[in-house]
């Protein structure tokens, strides 16, 4: 047998690692993660804090974000990556619902940047923490570089992209309208999560490339 040496992510047997490190990168960023930080003061002034205070808020997101990705980095080999995204992506629709409910209610106060937070350190627990080291593990250690470097792509891409909607859309149908649908839209990344995602605890990358390398 003729062992090809010029190997690419594009061939036909990596055709299921690299699908899932797109999936996995496009669901990061359609959780409106990047949107939700870029606008982060123009939230919480349309939640009625003034412009000190919705700066302050601001900083209060970078310092929850850093604290709960340490937190969830900890707990990646303890739980596995799998059981993370869960947490994260359960958390996404339960921050995001409590971030709707209090614009359509129109609660003032701290009520939004609360819910915010929360859904903040539930992406920096889950997906946020999991990401990077998910992605290195689909590939064979010959394709790894390849494979981070078309995720880390698509990643930043899409998060130039989605963000320069958001105000647009704020404007146009409504701040509430907007967190709703990013709320119901989390139901398809858990499904998938449940659906698609392996762990991969406790397994070498021999044993992982090889398994996803079986999708003929």
């Known amino acids: 047998m003729v062992e ?13 690692p690299l699908l899932l490190a797109f999936s996995i990168t496009f669901f990061n960023q359609l959780f409106g993660i990047n949107a939700f930080l870029y606008c982060a ?20 997101i970078g310092v929850i974000n850093l604290i709960f990705t ?8 303890k739980y596995g990556r799998k059981t993370l995204m869960y947490l994260g992506s359960v958390g ?8 709707t409910t209090a614009f359509y209610f129109e609660w003032k106060g701290m009520a939004v940047p609360i819910f915010l937070f929360l859904f903040i350190a539930c992406h ?17 250690n010959k394709l790894r570089a390849a494979g981070t470097s078309f995720s880390t792509s ?9 963000p320069s909607f958001i105000p647009f859309l704020f404007k146009e149908i409504g701040t509430t309208t907007v ?16 659906t698609k995602l392996p762990e991969t605890k406790g397994r070498t990358l021999e044993e992982l490339s090889e398994s996803l390398s079986k999708n003929e």
């Open 154 to 162: 698509v990643h930043w891409i899409l998060a130039a992209l989605i």
């Open 41 to 60: 003061p123009r939230i919480f002034e349309l939640a009625g804090l003034e412009k000190s205070a919705s700066f302050l808020s601001s900083i209060g």
């Open 92 to 99: 996404y629709i339960i921050s995001l619902g409590l971030v």
């Open 4 to 16: 090809v040496k010029n190997e690419s992510i594009f061939m036909a047997k990596y055709r299921k």
């Open 70 to 77: 340490m937190i969830g980095i900890s707990l990646i080999d």
């Open 179 to 194: 967190f709703a649908i990013f709320c119901i839209m989390m139901v398809f990344p858990l499904l998938w999560v449940f």
């Open 124 to 140: 920096a627990v889950g997906q946020g923490a999991v990401i990077l080291v998910f992605i290195s593990k689909l590939f064979p």
